[in-house]
Nanobody, 123 residues
Framework: QVQLVESGGGSVQAGGSLRLSCEVS????????MAWFRQAPGKEREGVAY???????RYADSVKGRFTISKDNGKNTLYLQMNSLLPEDTAMYYC?????????????????WGQGTQVTVSS
């Protein structure tokens, strides 16, 4: 089982930026799909972005052009750069991993999850 530890959350004003990190317990280049999800109070968990082992990325429409997912294979770390933050971005953010042959923004396909890091954006 892959261990995932998120960090970098915090409180910012609208328009601000944050960078989330997710430290991975094994060689990240071996993991086919890494993703970020978020869950706001009273809402379902939603996919934010994913990146494949080959570097292909996909984003939810709500964050396109504002968020960037990336990874550092040497540091076994996944990142989420979040710019132009909006109050509706407020949520607990989770990183997730799955091995296999496809990626998706559906949470049900992911087998390993971190504990989450809170992001709060005030207006």
């Amino acid at each position: 089982q892959v261990q995932l530890v998120e960090s970098g959350g915090g409180s910012v004003q609208a328009g601000g930026s944050l960078r989330l990190s997710c430290e991975v317990s094994e060689y990240i280049y071996r993991i086919y799909c890494m993703a970020w999800f978020r869950q706001a109070p009273g809402k379902e968990r939603e996919g934010v972005a994913y990146i494949t082992s080959g570097g292909t990325t996909r984003y939810a429409d709500s964050v396109k052009g504002r968020f960037t997912i990336s990874k550092d294979n040497g540091k076994n770390t996944l990142y989420l750069q979040m710019n132009s933050l909006l109050p509706e971005d407020t949520a607990m953010y989770y990183c997730a991993a799955r091995s296999g042959d496809y990626c998706s923004l559906l949470s049900s396909i992911y087998t390993d999850w971190g504990q989450g890091t809170q992001v709060t954006v005030s207006s």
